[in-house]
Each structure stands twice: as structure tokens, then as C-alpha cells.
């Protein structure tokens, strides 16, 4: 099996180097991703309805949920959906139901009150 990666030391730093394509990938599925990438438009420039959404979406939940500091667990938890769910919309693989939609952001909206009601009381 060919290796993928070479690393190579510059001012006694370690650096791997690896080709593009595995990077976007890596990059995109990451823990420090943003979540998945809006499909290429076609050639009048209009993006596919459903996945743009999916992936619009996903990068929502994904920067909503980071900002509370919440796992995708917790936020399943408090939003009464299996974690599963969770993660299958934040890559963009699932169209949710609204019932599923409004548990989410209600789970999502009611910390991001506390926390402001708490800030205006300090």
C-alpha cells in the first residue's frame, strides 16, 4: 500500500504533507470543520434546492451548538432527538421533519434566553 503522507521538519516543526484531496476531506469532516460544503452550483448558477439547504443547515446547528459548548449528545438530549439525528444533520445527510426542526431550535433558543436574561440582571 502507497503511503499518503510525507512529513518534513522546517524551524523544528513538524509538518505533514499530504495531497489536496485528502485534506478537503479531512478537512471537512473534522472536529474543527464548519460543517458541510454548499453543493457546486450548475451552469446558470443555481444550487440544487435540497442539498443546499441540508448543508446550510448543518452549518447552522454546527456553529449554534459550538457556541453554547454543547456536544452533539447534549444537544440531542435537550432537544428529546436521538444523537444520530443530530449528527446526520449537521454533515448534511438528512432532511428533517419540522417537528424534528422546531425541538432543535427550541432546545437551542431557550439556553441562548437564559443566557441573555442572565446577562442583562448582572
Partial sequence: MQ??????T?????????PEAEYLRLHQTGE??????LPLPDKRGNYPAIE???????????????????????LARRA??????????????HTPSLPTVDKLQRALDATANKTARAKRKQ
Avoid at 522546517?10 to 499530504?18: M, N, T
Avoid at 474543527?32 to 460544503?37: E, L, W, Y
Fill in 3 to 8: 503511503e499518503l503522507t510525507t512529513t518534513i
Fill in 10 to 18: 522546517l524551524a523544528g516543526q513538524r509538518f505533514v504533507i499530504l
Fill in 32 to 37: 474543527g470543520a464548519a460543517g458541510p460544503q
Fill in 52 to 74: 443546499a439547504a441540508r448543508a446550510v443547515l448543518g452549518q447552522k446547528l454546527i456553529e449554534k451548538r459550538r457556541a453554547l459548548g454543547w456536544s452533539q449528545a447534549e
Fill in 80 to 93: 428529546g432527538v436521538r444523537t444520530e439525528t443530530v449528527n446526520r444533520l449537521e454533515q448534511g445527510k
